[in-house]
């Protein structure tokens, strides 16, 4: 079976992974930012959404880079 089904996610993964190749530079804030919100117990949920700046933004990036 697929893992993914969906061309539309399918996409949207392929284009995370490439940024994340491109700009590798992002990942460790993202992971400080995850850790101090989150800590290394849990991982994060949509409640810490509103406390997790630096990822949103990421996904609003992400969300961009999907137009092109």
């Known amino acids: 079976s697929k893992l993914v089904t ?5 996409l949207a ?4 992974v490439l940024a994340c190749i491109l700009h590798p530079e992002w990942i460790p804030c993202a992971q400080k930012e995850i850790d101090a919100v989150v800590g290394t117990d849990r991982l994060p949920s949509f409640k810490d959404r509103p406390h997790l700046p ?3 933004a ?6 961009l880079w999907s137009l092109f």
């Open 58 to 63: 990421t996904v609003r990036g992400k969300a």
């Open 13 to 16: 993964l392929q284009t995370f």
């Open 54 to 56: 630096y990822i949103e």
């Open 6 to 10: 969906n061309p539309q996610t399918a």
